[in-house]
Structure formats: C-alpha cells, structure tokens
T-cell receptor, first 113, second 113 residues
Framework: EAQVTQNPRYLITVTGKKLTVTCSQN?????MSWYRQDPGLGLRQIYY???????DKGDVPEGYKVSRKEKRNFPLILESPSPNQTSLYFC????????????FGPGTRLTVT | AQSVAQPEDQVNVAEGNPLTVKCTYS??????LFWYVQYPNRGLQFLLK??????LVKGSYGFEAEFNKSQTSFHLKKPSALVSDSALYFC???????????FGAGTTVTVRA
C-alpha cells in the first residue's frame, strides 16, 4: 500500500530533551516536506526537500533540523524542544516536478512540557 | 510572499443543500491552487487542484472549485452536501516557480442531517 508513515504518533517530552520524528514514504517520491498544524493557523511549512541531500527552509524553520540521506526518509529533529513546539506535525511527499498532489502522513502529536 | 485567506472559520449547511467554502489568495506569478480535506484524527487528503486551463476544476467526492483570477479567489463547491462531508477544509497556494506551499487557516464544515 502506497503510504507515508510517521513515528511516533504521540509523544510527550520535556524541555531540552532532543527528539526525532521519523517519516518514510514507499512511493519513490522526490519531494518531501514537514508541516506543523496549530489551531487558527492552519498548516505551516517547516522544511522541505526536493531530493536526496537537497533541503530548504519553509516558513517556520527555527528550532528544527532535517536531513535527507535516503530518498524514502525525511526525519525531523528537535535538538532542544521548547513548549512552543507543542503541535501536530505532518510529513508529506509528492512525486516531483509536474505532479502536485501531496500525500500526507497520519500526523504526530507532540507535547513539550 | 504568498498567503491564503479562508474568511469563514465554520460553515454549516443542511444535507442536500449546496456547499461553498471560500478562499482568496495572494501570490506573485501564476498561482497553483489546491484544496485538501482533513477528517478527524487523520492526515490531509487531496481534493483538487488548479494549475492552468479551465477555470472550473472537478475533484474527488463530487467537489469542484472555480478559479477567478480577477478576484484572486478559488472557492470550493459541492452542489448537494452530505453528512459525510463534515470535515476541516484547507485551501493552499504556491507560486509556479517555488516549492513552498502556503495553507489557509482552515474552514470547519458541518453538514446536518
């Protein structure tokens, strides 16, 4: 089944404790992206990647890191999480140039206390 | 900078009545416009897109949207709403030459039986 998977789905952590949210897609998509969803703000793009080893900042990159060492994986890293990073996070992917439909993962609900 | 406005936080309609969800956008260059739907506790699902061509585009589940360049709008419509259409709807825009995708804040649609 074609899908985007994220792990963990739920995470409660404390301020300053490094964490990684994994994202993997099995559709050989070139383009992957991370978003956070907050009430009243919709989805805001954190980082995106056009292909392996090619990443760029979205609208809200502060406090986040990403890497794209393999085509299928695009982990989101929070080096020192803070309470304002409490949010619902989505990973998405799409095939590439000329194909615009994005496939979204199921989401990761992160709480930082 | 690009942006999307969804002026209504909530839309309530009776089953069988027409449904309209409004979206206006701001972008430099040619707009690529999208609608996504999010059901409770799920990731976003693609509904339809406008890239070029006919101003009226048809998508999944009987939805359609009309691109109006002069009014910079891309309203989502369904002639006869179903209870199962109750969900959170997002409009999104990107510039043709850009990889960034900007989402609106979302509109909650409730269809009553």
């Amino acid at each position: 089944e074609a899908q985007v998977t994220q792990n963990p789905r739920y995470l409660i952590t404390v301020t300053g404790k490094k964490l990684t949210v994994t994202c993997s897609q099995n559709m050989n998509h070139e383009y992957m992206s991370w978003y956070r969803q907050d009430p009243g703000l919709g989805l805001r793009q954190i980082y995106y990647s056009m292909n392996v080893e090619v990443t760029d900042k979205g609208d809200v990159p502060e406090g986040y890191k990403v890497s794209r060492k393999e085509k299928r994986n695009f982990p989101l890293i929070l080096e020192s999480p803070s309470p304002n990073q409490t949010s619902l996070y989505f990973c998405a992917s799409r095939l590439g140039t000329g194909v615009y439909e994005q496939y979204f993962g199921p989401g990761t609900r992160l709480t930082v206390t | 900078a690009q942006s999307v406005a969804q002026p209504e936080d909530q839309v309530n309609v009776a089953e069988g009545n027409p449904l309209t969800v409004k979206c206006t956008y701001s972008v430099s260059g040619n707009p690529y416009l999208f609608w996504y739907v999010q059901y409770p506790n799920r990731g976003l699902q693609f509904l339809l897109k406008y890239i070029t061509g006919d101003n009226l585009v048809k998508g999944s589940y009987g939805f359609e949207a009309e691109f109006n360049k002069s009014q910079t709008s891309f309203h989502l419509k369904k002639p006869s709403a179903l209870v199962s259409d109750s969900a959170l709807y997002f409009c999104a825009v990107r510039s043709g030459g850009d990889y960034k995708l900007s989402f609106g804040a979302g509109t909650t649609v409730t269809v009553r039986a």
